[in-house]
């Protein structure tokens, strides 16, 4: 049945950058309505792999499929229509700098919609408010935002089309503990409340025990483990273990 397929699958991806093989086979499945997790060591490819499954990146061979559709057989405009299904945050949050905070997040309504640009700018204000930030945010430019407000402010960009998956590229990198909890949590929220499906690639050990249903690990070129918490501390791996060490270690996260 459809609605039992996986909202997206990746199978037997390699990728190669001159004679250095960074994935040698990857495949895993991602169902909808969760929040899904990739982690893996310094090297092992995991923000090249999700510019790889949105399209910006083409792998050295292999299979991404989104949405019942080949993201790298699919024509432009198919493309084009999957591109409006899926939200993107950048690690950097890639906010234009010469443009207000609701500008930034009215974008993508007014490059894929026929809306007036004032119907743009108001719905801009809603995502704002849905990322949790006060209204007076709208207007400010990205400059004058805080890390964490920037993160929020991107969230909103990428929730602008109404998704339904979003891909988050190490969310909270650079924030401080209590701003990266509360991105967190805000994360959850819309997983639960929205239905949405939630793909992010991050190091962040608070987050995995916190927020995530699911979780692959990349090693060695191939997916190592995919479950959960408590599964993934069963392996005997060595970066694993010290991974799940790192907390109770002195400066460990």
Known sequence: MTELAPILAVKDIVTRFGTTTIHDGVSFNVARG??????????????????EIIGLLRPTAGQVTLFGVDVWSASTVQLQALQRRFGMLFQDGALFSSLTVAQNVAVPLLENTDLPKETCL?????????????PDAADKMPSELSGGMRKRAALARALALDPEILFLDEPTSGLDPISARAFDKLVRLLCDSLGLTIFLVTHDLDTLLSITDDIIVLSRGKVLAQGDVTALQQIDDGWLHDYFSARAAPGGQ
Do not use: C, F
């Open 122 to 134: 108001r719905l801009a204000r809603l995502k704002l408010a849905l990322a949790g930030l006060p």
């Open 34 to 51: 969760q929040v899904i997790a990739m982690i893996g060591g310094s090297g092992t490819g995991k923000s090249v792999l999700l510019r």
